[in-house]
């Protein structure tokens, strides 16, 4: 099996696509278990965001796996294939390795560093292994990468190469200390848009939410107030700094909210599907500022020389990654071969001692360590060997090799891999 990776994101796809692309809840769970349920496919898992749509399987045929996946996409978006596929990026084995570091480094991101991607890679492992659609391949290649973005934050200046997309957004708002705030939400993204307003200087922080307690904990922890999510038509009224982010999948606030507002008003949609009504842009006083605001401004798309530590971070994780891979593929064939030598071991030993039932205990003991010595002995250096050989392009020759040379049965190491598993 192979990994391969079908999606798309802000640089190939513009964000009313990804939009239309996006998939939460219910809708997230059907499309798992879909791709999951293809012939071809083992294993999957989808990395759903404002930036990015990606499914990520493994495969047993590239095309065939390729032409499911990208058909379920345009199945559960409802977007036409061939509208969707010429945004679809591909990438496999390798290069699928390769991407999903980069993406958990923040280098495929909107806003390049921001750590919002751990988190959610994260919690879509964590989705693809309630339901069963994660296995062993999946599960330590994601935890790998999750390593590997740690490690980027915390060894290099990437968290500084670019802000969140809260702060990249708020950057486009100019000074917001003394303003009346306003948090729809209490996710993920509006956890971080409070904490940001609150290091910014807004005291005055209002968070609505649909389930009250979880807003009423948010607000506590930047000193707000939190309201039922009834009263965000009346707190609007009241607010010059909005920010929403509920992943509602339909419009919460609407013109007719705004209108009449009779002040500058900054509105800041991070959702995906939108939570504002683009027609709110038409209101006299009304900024809204959105991800297609944000991708179009290039607020924190560059990097510098963070970006290319991360770079190179990537290329020596990859390489380490694919050199225990390679190692991994032939470690089933030495256990295999280790197996039937100690059968040979416990057959001959057998045989003697029927042909000299006077041995004693003690003699008995010595021929059989002497025995075994000799075989560990025999097999310890060309099995060291082909594990360091594996680790090279085209190890898996060597694996090869050894099962034709010591003649051992196909299904010893599949059986030992599947123990493994």
């Not at 670019?162 to 708020?170: E, K, T």
């Not at 049965?409 to 123990?419: G, Q, S």
């Amino acid at each position: 099996m192979s990994v391969l990776v079908v999606g798309l994101s802000h640089r190939t796809a513009p964000v009313a696509l990804l939009e239309r692309v996006s998939v939460t809840g219910d809708a997230l769970v059907k499309l798992l278990h879909d791709v999951r349920q293809d012939a071809c496919v083992a294993e999957t898992m989808v990395v759903s965001t404002c930036n990015r749509v990606e499914v990520y399987a493994t495969v047993d045929r590239f095309h065939a796996g390729v032409n499911a996946v990208s058909a379920l996409l345009a199945v559960h978006s409802g977007v036409p294939a061939e509208e969707l596929t010429p945004h679809l990026y591909v990438h496999y084995e390798e290069q699928a390795v390769e991407h999903l570091f980069s993406v958990v480094c923040g280098l495929d991101s909107m806003v390049v560093g921001e750590g919002q991607i751990l988190g959610q890679v994260r919690q879509a492992l964590k989705l693809g292994q309630k339901h069963a659609t994660v296995g062993a391949t999946l599960n330590d290649l994601v935890q790998q990468a999750l390593r590997v973005g740690k490690r980027a934050h915390a060894d290099t200046g990437i968290d500084k190469a670019g802000a969140s997309l809260v702060s990249a957004g708020l950057a486009l708002a100019g000074d917001v200390s003394g303003r009346r705030a306003l948090v729809v939400g209490a996710g993920s993204m509006s956890s971080l848009a409070a904490a940001t307003l609150s290091r910014a200087g807004v005291t005055d922080i209002v968070v609505a939410n649909r389930t009250y307690e979880r807003g009423a904990r948010l607000a506590a922890s930047v000193g707000g107030r939190a309201v039922e999510f009834s009263a965000v038509p009346r707190e609007l009224a009241a607010a010059d700094l909005v920010i929403t982010c509920t992943g509602a999948g339909r419009h919460v606030v609407t013109p007719e909210m705004l209108d009449g507002a009779g002040r500058e008003v900054f509105v800041l949609d991070l959702a995906l599907p939108h939570d504002v009504d683009p027609a709110v842009r038409s209101l006299p006083g009304v900024t809204l500022v959105d991800l297609e605001t944000i991708q179009e401004s290039g607020v924190g798309s560059r990097g510098g020389d963070a970006v290319e530590s991360v770079r190179r971070l990537v290329v020596e994780e990859l390489a380490a990654y694919l050199d225990a891979e390679r190692v991994a593929t032939v470690t089933p064939t030495v256990v295999a071969l280790r197996s039937k030598a100690a059968g040979v071991v416990e057959s001959e030993l057998g045989r003697l001692m029927m042909r000299v039932p006077g041995l004693d205990e003690r003699a008995r003991d010595e021929i059989a360590m002497t025995v075994q010595r000799v075989v560990d002995k025999l097999l310890h250096e060309p099995t060291v060997r082909v594990k360091q050989l594996a680790a090279s392009p085209g190890g898996d020759h060597y694996a090869e090799a050894l099962r034709e040379l010591f003649d051992l049965d196909p299904k010893m190491p599949e059986a030992v891999r599947e123990v493994e598993l």
